[in-house]
């Protein structure tokens, strides 16, 4: 039967309205050829600076982040390895467990099995594909007429909180959201066994897609339509037993990343976050998302904190909220619009901090969460209700007087809004004043009014065929059109090109593995990921809290991102393992005038500069001591004066990109390995290749190991019991979800 409806005609329809599209949106990639990512904003660092332009420099944590931890993750895969360590940023960090790596997530795989051009773009295009499959399967389960289903479909593709975040994690989990309302639709009546094995399977493929923020609030959503729109509360056992199922499934993933939450910076500062709320004059950007600028256009003016892929997720298409409001006054007494307006105006409430929200997010443990999140949250709400507004149109006479209400009430508001934001916005937000803003938002301003006559024309005629295709039209202009120039196409060579300081320390790093320091913002941090050579300076959302410790003994380093501000500190850089310095010439030479004796020029062509730290302590090493509080004195006058000829070198050690740490040492007395790399539980010891008793123990947040006197090779590896427990449960569970699969065909059958 499934084989029967794949290649039925309703099957291929659907799939050529959702591809159609799809191909279009991905027209200039197709021309131009190149990488689907935005890697192009690396032409404007020093170090690789040939004239290039990047399009859009607010995609950066793709840049940063995202692709250098899926070329890890692909490289020690191809090697057989599971990526569990990242050696390269920082001091050592945790990479299956941070979630955002979606190391398991099977549109990750994607790019694992593809090279990174093709990868990237079936990673990019299946996200969209599968959030507008599920969008149209959920609208078609729901009874809505052929045009709402793909009206809704295009709308929420397309939306904002699809394009801006595209190459996000974030966005692989969103796809849950109406994959889930659909399996609630269409199961979990009739049919609660199905349901339960389905839903468990997207949970955890939401878990591992690596947005843990995204995924709580789906799942309040989801809750939400199972108890009040499909009145299941009696029924709940069916939704709590594929919840845990579904965490169960993805429980190689859950146990890592809640054991690094445990030491995590994240916790710390988010419990000491006061509530985050968005000024509730930025809602203009969920009806106009370009009022503020568009960074793709290069005229995109910041307001600080927040930027565009934060404010303008909420917007869907303005035809869309127009039928929403619409079947808002229509239809308010049916339960489906119920639901979801209720659910659209807690977003609000609390993305924009309206009370009571306040006082929730004031709880303890609540503000873990980003309210801005909710966003995505709000757009989906806004396509199913206007998709039930055009269901309506076509179905019934249109209201007229209603409908003219509907249109006031969203002009209306935007023309308050745009005043507020004329009197308020500049100076509450706007970091930089410019005056070519005031053209600019007047342009927005009259395209905004010239969409509403359009969309106006279109519903009112809503019930010709051809006004129906050019509605179809306009919807897909005023999103896939109007988001098809946000993502960045980078041309080969712009694709994380060699260059000369690059190319050294990557040399040099393969002979022994020390540490760069980048100065200022001359070299993006957790780029050494991606080129293979250790970078002191990382980024990560999560961060191990002694790490940020342990740093501030070589400079101050300004937000996640890490970029030193000012000079570094040399005893904190040799006491960290961190040999080498990169920076343009102008600020190399502006150190050397300070510090000539303590440095070596190594490296150095027309743009940049590599200075050598000299007398730095390498990444392991021997400290002599009876015991633990002997080594605790030596260790603490080392970290003052860090001076190698104070510690016992190892001979040949290597750390490859898992991590692993492999050396011979000889000593004659009783001595302390120190590893210069984040202390985290789960690393072991192995001694001429056998296992020893002893344990990895943490001084002042690096390494430490009680080793025996003699000769020996010594290999410490990273095997961290929650990944061993988290496979076990994840294997029991896919055993019994495979049991169940089989008896509920049986009683089918």
């Known amino acids: 039967n499934t084989k029967r409806f794949l290649f039925s005609r309703p099957a291929l329809f659907t799939f050529l309205i959702i591809t159609a599209p799809l191909l279009l949106f991905f027209l200039a990639l197709f021309a131009k050829g190149g990488f689907y990512a935005p890697a192009d904003i690396i032409r404007g660092y020093p170090a690789f600076q040939n004239g290039t332009i990047a399009h859009n420099y607010l995609l950066s944590d793709v840049l940063f982040q995202f692709l250098p931890w899926l070329k890890l993750s692909k490289a020690l895969i191809t090697d057989f390895q599971i990526p569990l360590w990242n050696s390269y940023a920082g001091l050592g960090t945790p990479l299956l467990a941070n979630m955002q790596s979606a190391v398991f997530s099977p549109l990750t795989w994607l790019i694992y099995i593809f090279n990174f051009k093709v990868g990237l773009f079936l990673y990019s295009f299946f996200k969209l594909f599968l959030l507008g499959l599920f969008t149209y399967l959920f609208l078609r389960e729901i009874k809505l007429v052929l045009l709402a289903r793909v009206v809704g479909m295009l709308a929420f593709m397309f939306s904002n909180t699809a394009i801006v975040w595209l190459l996000w994690p974030m966005n692989t989990v969103l796809i849950v959201l109406p994959v889930g309302l659909w399996l609630m639709e269409k199961y979990a009546k009739n049919n609660p066994y199905t349901f339960f094995l389905w839903y468990s399977l997207v949970l955890a493929f939401g878990v591992t897609g690596g947005h843990p ?41 859950i146990l890592p990343f809640l054991e690094y939450l445990k030491f995590s910076n994240i916790i710390i500062e988010r419990l000491n976050l006061s509530p985050q709320f ?24 910041y307001l600080d904190p927040y930027n565009y892929n934060e404010v303008s997720m909420g917007y869907s298409s303005l035809l869309v909220l127009i039928t929403a409001i619409y079947t808002t006054g229509c239809l308010y007494q049916r339960k489906i619009v119920k639901f979801f307006l209720s659910a659209g105006i807690l977003c609000v409430l609390f993305i924009y901090g309206i009370w009571p929200a306040i006082l929730i997010f004031n709880i303890p443990g609540v503000n873990l969460n980003l309210s801005n999140r909710l966003l995505s949250i709000l757009a989906f709400c806004v396509v199913i209700i206007g998709a039930l507004g055009i269901d309506y149109m076509v179905r019934e006479e249109i209201k007229l007087r209603k409908f003219l209400w509907s249109v006031g009430a969203i002009v209306g508001t935007a023309i308050l809004l745009i005043i507020f934001n004329k009197l308020w916005g500049y100076s509450s937000l706007s970091s930089e004043y410019d005056p070519i803003i005031i053209l600019w938002q007047n342009l927005t301003t009259i395209v905004f009014l010239f969409s509403v006559l359009i969309a106006i024309l279109l519903l009112y005629f809503i019930k010709n065929k051809a006004a129906q295709i050019l509605l179809i039209i306009f919807v897909f202009i005023e999103t ?7 993502n960045s196409v980078t041309k080969p060579e712009d694709f994380y090109p060699p260059s000369g300081p690059v190319t050294f320390l990557q040399e040099q790093y393969r002979k022994e593995p020390f540490r760069v320091l980048p100065l200022s913002n001359d070299f993006p941090p957790n780029l050494g990921t991606w080129y293979g050579f250790a970078q002191l300076s990382s980024y990560d959302a999560i961060g191990l809290a002694s790490e940020k410790e342990l740093k501030t003994a070589t400079g101050k380093f300004t937000t996640s991102i890490e970029l030193l501000n000012g000079k570094p ?36 062509d027309d743009t940049s500069s590599v200075l050598e730290l000299k007398n730095v ?133």
């Open 569 to 604: 500190d040399l005893r904190g850089m040799a006491f960290l393992s961190t040999k080498y310095i990169l920076g343009t010439k102008e600020e190399v030479k502006e150190l050397l005038e300070t510090s000539n004796d303590q440095f070596n020029v190594v490296y150095e």
């Open 617 to 749: 302590l390498p990444r392991a090493y021997l400290i002599q001591a009876q015991d633990a509080h002997q080594l605790q004195e030596k260790f603490s006058v080392l970290k003052d004066d860090p001076q190698p000829n104070t510690i016992i070198p190892m001979s040949d050690y290597k750390i490859d990109r898992a991590g692993t740490l492999t050396a011979t040492y000889e000593t004659d007395n009783e001595a302390y390995l120190i590893n210069v790399d984040n202390y985290y539980p789960g690393w072991h010891a192995y001694i001429d290749g056998s296992p020893t008793s002893l344990v990895v123990q943490n001084i002042d947040g690096l390494r430490s190991l009680k080793v025996p006197p003699g000769y020996h090779g010594l290999r410490m590896v990273y095997k961290p019991k929650s990944l061993y427990v988290g496979t076990g449960v994840s294997v029991a569970a896919i055993c019994g979800w495979v049991l169940i699969f089989i008896r509920s065909k049986k009683r089918k059958s």
């Open 213 to 253: 923020e995204t995924l709580f609030y789906i799942g309040l959503l989801h809750a939400g339509y199972y108890i009040f729109k499909l009145g299941l509360i009696l029924h709940l056992k069916s939704f709590v037993l594929a919840l845990l199922m579904g965490a169960c499934l993805s429980a190689i993933t």
């Open 480 to 486: 896939a059109v109007h988001g098809m120039s946000y």
């Open 278 to 301: 968005f000024p509730w004059f930025l809602a203009i950007t969920n009806l106009i998302p370009d009022f503020y600028g568009n960074p793709a256009f290069s005229n995109f003016y």
